[in-house]
């Protein structure tokens, strides 16, 4: 009776390995060949990769000779005093009004 | 201005400097236009035509405006044409370079930048303090 249920659980062993062998190698074949698509994208991703961070080198060496041609950053402007009073004499222009100001109003403008 | 003037007969005298704008591109024969204007003793009567039509100038409306307004119509041509009404206008805008000038119009009063608004209230009260202070106001 020992023995036999042995023997029993021995074959129903045998059996489930083998069935469990079938499936498993059906399984694999698939995760493989799913593997090898992913594999085959992550590739693709990578060759992109590459050529992208290419493009950038590119971008940035472009820039640096940008930034080389155009020399050295421009000092800022300075500010002007808001009180700085000009010199700016009559000349050869053609004044209106008082002949011995007290005030004198210049207009810089142009007609358009 | 014009208000201004008449406001302040005795005390306030009105320069216009020209600054014509390189991408104006009637800005610089209108300049030319008022000091050839200028030499016939009317720089303001032809300033005044050329602000009143700033959107439609032309060769032939300067030539009708020196007419209306009563110039020597050929002696005005030539003075157009001359180098001396170019160098003038060049006088001004070296000035204008010298002066912080950046943009049109800038005012100055007694030599000081205007800054605040351009409006006759504005320039009259300016020039209200500065009588003050002179012991005119």
């Known amino acids: 009776m020992r023995l036999t249920k042995t023997s029993r659980s021995l074959v129903a062993g045998f059996v489930a390995l083998t069935l469990g062998a079938c499936v498993d190698q059906k399984a694999v074949d698939e995760v493989k060949g799913r593997v090898d698509l992913v594999s085959a994208k992550v590739g693709t991703l990578q060759t992109q990769q590459q050529d992208i961070l290419a493009k950038l080198d590119s971008l940035q060496k472009g820039q640096k000779d940008i930034l080389a041609k155009a020399g050295p950053a421009k000092p800022a402007r300075p500010k002007e005093d808001p009180n700085k009073v000009y010199d700016l004499p009559v000349g050869s222009s053609f004044p209106k009004g008082a002949e011995s100001p007290t005030v004198t109003l210049v207009e810089f403008s142009d007609f358009q | ?137």
Do not use: C
């Open chain 2, 1 to 137: 201005m014009d208000q201004l003037v008449e406001a302040y007969p005795n005390d306030l005298q009105v320069v216009y400097k020209h600054y014509p704008l390189s991408f104006h591109k009637n800005a610089m024969p209108a300049a030319k236009a008022s000091v050839a204007a200028g030499k016939q003793g009317k720089f303001w009567e032809m300033h005044d035509k050329i602000m009143a039509k700033y959107n439609g100038l032309s060769e032939p409306y300067y030539i009708d405006s020196a007419g209306e307004i009563g110039l020597d119509v050929e002696q005005f041509k030539a003075d157009m044409a001359d180098s001396s009404t170019q160098a003038m206008v060049d006088e001004d805008t070296k000035l204008a370079d010298r002066s912080g000038v950046r943009g049109t119009p800038t005012i100055f009063i007694n030599g000081k930048k205007a800054t605040g608004q351009r409006s006759f209230e504005a320039y009259k009260s300016v020039i209200d303090q500065i009588l003050k202070e002179k012991g005119k106001g």
